[in-house]
């Protein structure tokens, strides 16, 4: 009988232990939880290896997809120039087609000083289409040699790479080119670039040769109307209305042309009268 006892206590003790509500213990339930994750990340990662093959065989991978033709699109300094873009781009023929970001190549032709705007375009199976909008060189720096020029926001373009860069400009004098660094914006031009803006659009009879801000009281500049008569104009600095001052310049060039006068210098620096000497 005590041998019967023991049997049973011994089978007792090999049945699955249970809680109370009879389903299988914590440690089990872990253990096929775990099991299961582990089957689930093995397809995932099969999954992801097989598609990244795939896409590799499909695209990056695929000579269908190796560039062959850089196409730009630009009426400036860089048309026709589409091999040195390329290489200032670290762009080259023969690399993958999808192994080119757009954004980043945008970015890296928006770093070149005399881009303006860009759009990075990839045209299957083998093209990068370029197009660029050059800033549009308004001045000289310092001196008519100078190897600085500026857009219309005061942004410093190196003269041998910006358009334009054969066509006479006006040079703005009485400014230091000492630390001027390609790329950067020139604040304190902002009335002057404002003067030679408004010749641009508004008066074409008057081109501005040259404009000293020497003097923080007056801008002197010299300019030659309708190609013909040269003059030196004073104007009150800080002028916010330019329009009207060149206005007023302009009928006093024709009233003088008119009458004969032989001056040469419009001072309208005393609330817009106009002395002509």
């Not at 995932?44 to 033709?69: C, D, H, Y």
């Not at 762009?91 to 999808?98: A, S």
Request: include cysteine; charged fraction near 25%; hydrophobic fraction near 45%.
């Amino acid at each position: 009988m005590k041998d019967m006892a023991t049997g049973s206590t011994n089978t007792a003790k090999k049945l699955p232990v249970k809680n109370i509500a009879g389903v299988r213990s914590d440690r089990e339930k872990w253990m096929r939880a775990l099991a299961a994750f582990l089957v689930l990340l093995a397809i995932v990662s099969l999954l992801v290896v097989l598609l990244q093959g795939t896409k590799r065989w499909l695209f990056t991978e695929n000579p269908r997809f190796a560039i062959r033709e850089i196409e730009l699109q630009n009426n400036g300094f860089w048309q026709n120039k589409s091999n040195v873009l390329a290489a200032r781009l670290d762009l080259r023929r023969g690399d993958n087609l999808f192994m080119v970001r757009p954004a980043e190549l945008r970015e890296r032709l928006m770093r070149i000083p005399s881009v303006e705007s860009c759009e990075v375009t990839r045209i299957l199976p083998d093209t990068i289409h370029l197009r660029v909008i050059e800033r549009i060189p308004r001045a000289v720096l310092s001196n008519p040699r100078s190897e600085w020029v500026v857009d219309e926001n005061g942004i410093v373009i190196p003269r041998l790479e910006s358009m334009s860069v054969s066509l006479p400009l006006p040079v703005i004098l009485g400014i230091s080119t000492a630390g001027v660094t390609p790329g950067m914006k020139l604040e304190p031009l902002s009335e002057a670039l404002a003067l030679v803006m408004q010749t641009v659009r508004n008066f074409p009879d008057i081109s501005i040769i040259a404009i000293n801000l020497r003097n923080p009281e007056k801008l002197e500049f010299v300019m030659r109307y309708r190609n013909r008569k040269v003059c030196r104009v004073l104007i009150p600095a800080r002028n916010r209305n330019l329009a009207y001052l060149l206005s007023v310049l302009q009928t006093a060039i024709i009233d003088a042309e008119r009458s004969g006068e032989t001056g040469s210098t419009f001072d309208l620096s005393f609330d817009g009268n106009v002395i002509v000497k």
